[in-house]
């Protein structure tokens, strides 16, 4: 099983500015690396797969980087709607997920 | 676009059987093109990729399936294509299987559709219960 560990847990951030939201394997997983977002009482919802390419619908302001075991989701300014839950995945093997990042009104 | 809805009780008794359903509209899942998979989530553990199904779209194909290593001894998914639903078995439950079940459809690439890849399309989920 690989191991997906995202950092910090929680990340208090003001609308209008950046959030970056780190995720790191146990292993190398290549690219095949995915984000989603979260809101209580809904599904998870895909933001980014691949590391860096944009689910279909998603503002440019998401954007993912990384390869290997390092990634970075970054939402450039951060809206109302923002706030939420935030998991990587990784598909380089059987699928396993990070424990998430809760990103909260500062 | 596909639409996937989960049914099935939301109270099952320990070392019993747990059994949903997921119903896709929208869309064929015996088609050959995504595989289709459960997810759980725990209250605290997180996020559990459960297995996958798959059809080939040939009419000779039952469906191929794969689980997650630690609920494989455990674990059922099949298949009914003239439904369009594919669902989900897991035995002997306990307190530890109390979650939130979601289907989703396994994201394809531009190139093709690989079983172990991102899920562009879930369910809303279903909470099931394990208590006595």
């Known amino acids: 099983e690989i191991v997906m560990t995202q950092s910090p847990a929680t990340l208090s951030v003001s609308p209008g500015d950046r959030a970056t939201l780190s995720c790191r394997a146990g292993?190398?997983?290549?690219?095949?690396l995915s984000w989603y977002q979260q809101k209580p009482g809904q599904a998870p919802r895909l933001l980014i797969y691949g590391a860096s390419t944009r689910a279909t619908g998603i503002p440019a302001r998401f954007s993912g980087s990384g390869s290997g075991t390092e990634f970075t989701l970054t939402i450039s300014s951060l809206q109302s709607e923002d706030f939420a839950i935030y998991y990587c995945q990784q598909y380089n093997y059987w699928p396993t997920f990070g424990q998430g990042t809760k990103v909260e009104v500062k | 676009q596909e639409q996937l809805q989960e049914s099935g009780p939301g109270l099952v008794k320990p070392s019993q059987t747990l059994s949903l359903t997921c119903t896709v509209s929208?869309?064929?899942?015996?088609?050959?093109?995504?595989?289709w998979s459960w997810i759980r989530q725990h209250p605290v553990k997180g996020l559990d990729w459960i297995g996958y199904?798959?059809?080939?779209?040939?009419?000779?194909?039952?469906?191929?399936?794969d689980y997650n290593p630690s609920l494989k001894s455990r674990v059922t998914i099949s298949g009914d294509t003239s439904k369009n639903q594919f669902s989900l078995k897991l035995k002997s439950v306990t307190d530890a299987d109390t979650a939130v079940y979601y289907c989703a459809r396994v994201h394809c690439s531009s190139i093709a559709c690989y079983p172990y890849e991102a899920f562009d399309i879930w369910g809303q989920g279903t909470m099931v219960t394990v208590s006595s």
């Open positions: 199904i798959y059809y080939s779209g040939s009419i000779y194909h039952n469906g191929s399936t």
């Open positions: 929208g869309g064929s899942i015996s088609s050959g093109g995504h595989y």
């Open positions: 292993q190398t997983v290549g690219n095949n």
